[in-house]
C-alpha cells in the first residue's frame, strides 16, 4: 500500500503503481460544497494503470452472482480471460459497451458470454466512455479511467473502488437499468458522489461537477487531463484565475491556449510521444483543489462533455474528499519535467 508521493517516486523509477486509503469518514458533503453534490465517505484509489488492472481482476475472480461493467475498450487479455471463467462459473454479465469499439476476437467471447445482457451505446448520437465495474448487485465497486487496457502501457492514471451505499446506487444504473427508474436513481448516486452523464436519461451530473469544480474559489486548481477543449470551461477557468493559481496539465489544447494563457492560466504542454517513451502519458482527468480531487473518465472536450457534434457520451467522475491529493501534485510535477 502506498502513501504520500511513494507510488510518484515508483513511477518515476520503474512506472510500477499503487493503490491507498482515502480518508474514511469525511462524512457527506453539504449540495453547495466541493466537491459537487456530495463526496465517497471511503475509498481506496488506485494509481495507475496497472493498479487499475489489479483492482479489476480482484473484483471479478470475488464475483459471485452478478458483474455488470461499463466498458469503452476491451483490450486487456488478462480482464477477458477473468471475465469468461466468472461466467463458466455460473456469474452472470452485464456489459454496457460502446458500439464504435464492439468489435475484435476478444469482444465477441464477452459479448457470447454475456448474451442478453450485452447491451450498447451507438454514436451518433450516443456513445459509451464510462469505465466501472460492479459486483454482485453493489458489494463492491470500481470508477476507473481505463479498466481494460494493452498489457505494458503505464500511464498516469486514477480510479476508486468503494462498496456501501454508492457501489448499489452504481449497479442500479448498469446496462439492464430500469428505465423508468433512472433519473432518480443518478440523482441519488450524485448525491453519495458519483456523477454521471447519461444520454439514456439526459443526466449532465458529470458535466456539473467538473463546472462546479471550477467554478469553486479559494485553493489553487490543478487540472490534469488528455485533452482540453473547451470555449466554456476556457472561459471559467480564466474567471478562476483572477483570484486562484490555476495550472493545466495536458498533452492537447485546441484553439483556446492563447486565451487561457492571456486569463493567467499556467498551461503545460506535455510531449505525448516522449510521454509514451517514458510510459508517463496522462490518460482521464482529475480536477485537485483544496485537497479535494473529482476523477474521471471524460476529457474536458465541449463535444465529450457538452454533447456537440451529435455526440451524447456516458461519462462517470468520482467526488472524493480526504484523498491523498499530494499524489497528484507530484504527479503533475513528474509528467511535465523534462
Do not use: C
Not at 459537487?36 to 493498479?51: D, R
Amino acid at each position: 500500500m502506498g502513501h504520500g508521493t511513494d507510488w510518484v517516486e515508483r513511477f518515476r523509477r520503474d512506472g510500477s503503481q499503487s493503490s491507498m486509503k482515502a480518508g474514511a469518514a469525511v462524512g457527506r458533503l453539504a449540495s453547495d460544497a466541493w466537491p459537487p453534490f456530495g463526496a465517497l465517505q471511503a475509498a481506496e484509489v488506485h494509481a495507475g494503470t496497472a493498479a487499475l488492472r489489479s483492482a479489476t481482476n480482484g473484483i471479478v475472480r470475488r464475483a459471485q452472482t452478478r458483474l455488470d461493467l461499463d466498458v469503452f475498450r476491451i483490450t486487456d487479455r488478462s480482464v477477458v480471460k477473468d471475465l469468461l471463467q466468472a461466467q463458466r462459473r455460473g456469474v452472470t454479465l452485464g456489459v454496457l459497451a460502446d458500439t464504435e469499439n464492439a468489435s475484435g476476437r476478444l469482444v465477441r467471447r464477452l459479448r457470447s458470454a454475456a448474451g442478453d445482457g450485452w447491451v450498447e451505446l451507438g454514436a451518433p448520437p450516443r456513445k459509451q466512455h464510462g469505465k466501472a465495474i460492479v459486483r454482485d448487485r453493489g458489494v463492491e465497486a470500481l470508477v476507473g479511467t481505463d479498466l481494460a487496457d494493452k498489457a505494458g502501457r503505464r500511464r498516469f492514471e486514477l480510479g476508486a473502488s468503494f462498496g456501501g451505499a454508492p457501489a448499489r446506487a452504481l449497479a442500479r444504473i448498469g446496462p439492464t437499468a430500469d428505465p423508468q427508474t433512472l433519473g432518480a436513481d443518478l440523482t441519488g448516486l450524485a448525491r453519495l458522489g458519483v456523477l454521471v452523464n447519461d444520454p439514456r436519461s439526459a443526466s449532465t451530473f458529470a458535466t456539473q461537477a467538473v463546472e462546479r469544480a471550477i467554478e469553486q474559489r479559494g485553493t489553487p486548481l490543478l487540472i490534469t487531463t488528455k485533452s482540453f477543449d473547451s470555449d466554456s470551461l476556457a472561459d471559467a477557468l480564466g474567471r478562476r484565475a483572477q483570484y486562484d493559481p490555476v495550472d493545466l496539465v495536458t498533452h492537447h489544447v485546441g484553439g483556446v491556449r492563447k486565451d487561457l494563457e492571456r486569463a493567467g492560466v499556467r498551461v503545460h504542454m506535455v510531449d505525448e510521444a516522449k510521454a509514451d517513451r517514458a510510459r508517463r502519458t496522462i490518460h482521464g482527468t482529475v480536477l485537485e483543489s483544496g485537497g479535494q480531487v473529482l476523477m474521471g473518465s471524460a476529457y474536458l472536450d465541449d463535444h465529450v462533455l457538452y454533447g456537440s457534434s451529435g455526440r451524447q457520451s456516458r461519462e462517470l467522475f468520482v467526488a472524493l474528499a480526504g484523498t491523498p491529493a499530494d499524489q497528484t501534485r507530484a504527479a503533475a510535477r513528474l509528467l511535465r519535467s523534462p
